[in-house]
T-cell receptor
């Protein structure tokens, strides 16, 4: 149980284009989803937190107009990187927390990540 | 501001050589300390949650313990497949969004 998927697993795009990454909780209802980015040999940096049906809460220093987050259902959240630039190249990981087996859980279950390369 | 410090940054062990990883933390009201395993190019895999000092949890060759200031991840008789980065994270008692603060991790390499 508690499986989270991400799509795509990797993507290469040209500078100035937008990229959408999907995060799905496959076997539980994710009341809260999180988006992280991770640079090589660094830890996870939280970008934003989203609750189903509400606007995302962004961490300080994260541009909300650049990283658009939508959490339209209890099983799906999307992150759109708008007008991507090479400095946006990173490993983006989502996680989900919520009702697993009918009980609320503090644990976050992570997706496999999406490697974004902007050329 | 919550802080998590993990040590050592990297650890090399021979297969069967037991050791411990450390996670020191400062948090305003601990609402859970979490251990994850991360393989290269993949998302973290949940291992344990500890909530109060004195609590211990075990899974195969791993055992996690918690005090008021730190947590240890003990690895008994490790195997090469235990090689990974081990991440520690804490959640504080403020807010309602289960936000975690992560340490930088310990890169464990187990040689056959």
């Amino acid at each position: 149980g508690a499986v989270v998927s991400q799509h795509p697993s990797w993507v290469i795009c040209k500078s100035g284009t937008s990229v959408k990454i999907e995060c799905r909780s496959l076997d539980f209802q994710a009341t809260t989803m999180f988006w992280y980015r991770q640079f090589p040999k660094q830890s996870l940096m939280l970008m934003a937190t989203s609750n189903e049906g509400s606007k995302a809460t962004y961490e300080q220093g994260v541009e909300k107009d650049k990283f658009l987050i939508n959490h339209a259902s209890l099983t799906l959240s999307t992150l759109t990187v708008t007008s991507a630039h090479p400095e946006d190249s990173s490993f983006y990981i989502c996680s989900a927390s919520g009702l697993a087996g009918g009980e609320s859980s503090y644990e976050q279950y992570f997706g496999p990540g999406t490697r974004l390369t902007v050329t | 501001e919550d802080q998590v410090t993990q040590s050592p940054e990297a650890l090399r062990l021979q297969e069967g050589e037991s050791s411990s990883l450390n996670c020191s933390y400062t948090v305003s009201g601990l609402r859970g300390l979490f251990w994850y395993r991360q393989d290269p190019g993949k998302g973290p895999e949940f291992l344990f949650t500890l909530y109060s000092a004195g609590e211990e949890k075990e899974k195969e060759r791993l055992k996690a313990t918690l005090t008021k200031k730190e947590s240890f991840l003990h690895i008994t008789a490790p195997k090469p497949e235990d090689s990974a980065t081990y991440l520690c994270a804490v959640r504080n008692s403020g807010g309602s969004n289960y936000k975690l603060t992560f340490g930088k991790g310990t890169l464990l390499t187990v040689n056959p």
